[in-house]
């Protein structure tokens, strides 16, 4: 039995490297993400576990005896499922690992914006206090969170912002309307949620339907004191727009834990992270010792079950369950 490990950030795979020489096999960290070496390290791959390596068609159709790839998170747009599921082999995730840490993480940025902190603590270091240089604050409860979204972590934000005195609002196609109704929440469509809310959090899978969701069009229907928040996927956004949007005033700010542009310096990126209008951090949403752990463990866990027969819990492609 052969596992590769394609490519991760983690400190050390001490856990992974146990459980599966327990198990009899061989681990081999590839720590890649170029294709062609790709097809090469999971040609004779009996699992593939991988981070942000691209698993494509390409990389699939070398696999020569693979029967399951887990991704070390929560979405798997970086994988070809159907190219996988053409050659029966399972592609499962880790569903919930982090949902506290980034609906925390969600929060502490709609926080920041609120109460217009990055303004506040560049006054601080101002040897003169002025506060007509602050930028206007209102007060959050009454406010409007729209989340775009709502899964586990939406779920947990909207129970957190509740709190906080907040009225929810969701755009979910797969919520049900007694769900929102339980969680305090209202459902409502697309172009609702984007005219009422003063906060707009996104919480959606990337894919063909929500590749650049926000873009010119939906950033023209929101309110120009509002701001969105993101903690999923850098795809979401049409980053060019967005800069375009802050420029113009349209919307008063952003707060982004995940850009398309991470791993490539680009001139919009650059104009992001420095932007007066911004608050970004390096896809850090999901960070503590205990997610790491738990993601770690878990994505091992289902490769390994996989290859004992059994149907790994975090599943994607159900058609393959046994």
Excluded at 47 to 61: F, K, W, Y
Excluded at 69 to 83: K, L, N, Q, S
Excluded at 160 to 172: A, C
Aim: hydrophobic fraction near 45%.
């Amino acid at each position: 039995m052969k596992i590769v490990i394609t490519d991760h950030r983690f400190p050390d795979l001490a856990q992974e490297r146990r459980a599966v020489e327990s198990a009899g096999g061989t681990l081999v960290d590839a720590q890649t993400t170029d294709e062609q070496e790709l097809c090469r390290v999971c040609a004779n791959a009996d699992g593939v576990l991988t981070a942000r390596a691209a698993i494509t068609r390409r990389v699939i159709e070398s696999m020569q005896r693979c029967r399951i790839i887990v991704r070390y998170g929560i979405g798997v747009d970086t994988v070809d499922i159907p190219a996988a599921t053409e050659r029966g082999i399972m592609v499962a995730n880790v569903p919930d690992y982090c949902i506290d840490e980034v609906s925390d993480h969600a929060l502490t940025l709609l926080l920041m914006l609120s109460r217009q902190m990055i303004p506040a603590i560049t006054l601080a270091r101002q040897d003169r206090w002025v506060m007509s240089n602050m930028p206007p604050l209102h007060r959050l409860r009454g406010q409007v969170c729209g989340l775009v979204g709502c899964g586990k972590i939406g779920s947990l934000l909207a129970g957190k912002v509740k709190q906080l005195g907040m009225r929810v609002l969701i755009h979910d196609p797969y919520l049900s309307e007694s769900r929102a109704r339980d969680m305090g929440a209202e459902l409502v469509s697309f172009d609702v949620l984007l005219a009422q809310s003063d906060f707009i959090s996104l919480h959606a899978p990337l894919n063909e339907q929500t590749h650049y969701l926000f873009g010119e069009a939906a950033f023209a229907k929101m309110k120009s004191n509002a701001a969105v928040i993101n903690t999923s996927r850098g795809g979401l956004i049409d980053e060019a727009a967005l800069l375009a949007a802050l420029d113009a005033g349209k919307i008063f700010g952003a707060g982004l834990d995940v850009l398309e542009s991470e791993t490539a310096v680009t001139p919009v990126r650059t104009a992001l992270v420095n932007h007066p209008k911004m608050i970004v951090t390096a896809h850090t949403a999901w960070l503590s010792v205990e997610a790491r752990a738990t993601l770690q463990l878990r994505a091992i866990e289902q490769a390994l079950a996989c290859l004992r027969g059994e149907t790994p819990y975090g599943l994607i492609n159900r058609e393959l369950a046994k």
